[in-house]
């Protein structure tokens, strides 16, 4: 748990990825660009002395990442968000499979979620039925610039979207988690425009709808979207990195989403291996409105909101006891590893260095 103006914060990062993009996987040249396009993210945001070689960064494999989110307690649990892109690798770049790998090790310490593409049919149908029985997958995470053949892309509002939005109700898989927002190459940027998530969220209000990257750079469309969707929330992925070396930028999004969303709507992610939990949680938590947004917003980023962003929303829609996994984390297998039991013991507080 981080410590914040003596207040402990529980925090869950709620995007992250266990992903493969060794050249031996990749099968197109989109897989090379991908990667190399989300390690120009990586370079461009992250402090120098934090950085990675690319070569681990193509694959850091289940131990490095459980060392990284929770070996010095930056992030008390993790959402995992599948990315499959089966186009560009062989085994896919992070599929709900590989994900499980780490997820059942620690349990207590993961949610996993699923995904579908439209573009499967009937077999995709059968495919998120087997996801929610072998893993009770409560979310999906999806992809709709993603190519398939000549396709390269799909939208969530069309007739066959609906039918797997129905499926998630009829399952019980109730957390819909969109990437929308950043483009990375070779994908196409309008595939990922947020305006589909207006008719999705409209006609199925039982569902939560996480539109992850808060729609960059499109936050003026996402905002007033969400702010007439009730069952629409914020992801913070990437735009969190901007508290690094974008201050007022984060600023301004913060800003935005809190005035138009409130503080109930928006959730810390990572987007790991983008970026570590490790150093991004302390940036976050640290940063501050200028005087001119506290003005024009009236808003704070004050220790009750900053609960709400970094743990007690996505509990909620996850239904996560976050007093329970308190007590659960006093012994568990990740404090027993990496020795945090005066952590959770009750003097639990910042990040170790």
């Not at 103006?5 to 991908?34: P, S």
């Not at 609960?307 to 996505?314: F, H, L």
Request: proline share 3%; aromatic share 12%; net charge negative.
């Amino acid at each position: 748990m981080y410590e914040m103006a003596g207040e402990e914060i529980f925090v869950i990062d709620g995007h992250v990825h266990l992903w493969d993009a060794r050249t031996e996987n990749i099968t197109h040249e989109g897989g090379e660009q991908f990667i190399q396009c989300f390690y120009d993210y990586h370079t461009g945001f992250t402090p120098e002395e934090k950085q990675w070689d690319m070569e681990e960064y193509r694959h850091y494999g289940a131990d490095r990442m459980a060392t990284d989110l929770f070996g010095n307690a930056a992030a008390d649990m993790a959402i995992f968000q599948p990315t499959y892109l089966t186009e560009f690798y062989d085994e896919g770049f992070n599929t709900t499979e590989q994900n499980a790998e780490l997820a059942e090790e620690y349990p207590e310490r993961f949610v996993l979620n699923g995904s579908f593409d439209p573009r499967d049919g009937e077999e995709g149908l059968r495919y998120l039925e087997h996801l929610k029985e072998e893993y009770d997958i409560p979310g999906v995470k999806l992809y709709t610039a993603a190519w398939r053949g000549d396709s390269k892309g799909w939208r969530l509002d069309s007739d066959d979207a609906f039918e797997f939005l129905e499926k998630c109700a009829d399952l019980g898989i109730e957390n819909i988690n969109a990437h929308k927002g950043p483009t990375i190459r070779p994908l196409n940027r309008d595939a990922f425009d947020v305006k589909d998530i207006d008719d999705a969220a409209s006609s199925f209000p039982e569902l939560n709808f996480i539109v992850n990257h808060v729609g960059l750079p499109r936050l003026d469309d996402f905002c007033w979207i969400a702010a007439q969707e009730p069952n629409v929330y914020g992801g913070l992925a990437v735009a969190s990195a901007m508290s690094t070396n974008r201050k007022r930028k984060f600023g301004e999004i913060m800003g935005e989403l809190l005035y138009w969303l409130g503080e109930d709507r928006i959730l810390f992610g990572s987007d790991y291996a983008l970026w570590n939990p490790d150093w991004l949680v302390d940036q976050v938590m640290n940063a501050e409105l200028t005087d001119e947004q506290r003005d024009e917003y009236g808003v704070e980023l004050d220790v009750d909101t900053m609960k709400k962003v970094m743990g007690e929303n996505a509990a909620r829609l996850y239904d996560i006891d976050i007093e329970e996994k308190k007590r659960q984390f006093r012994d568990d297998a990740v404090t027993e590893r990496f020795d945090l039991a005066d952590h959770y013991g009750g003097d639990a507080g910042a990040a170790a260095d």
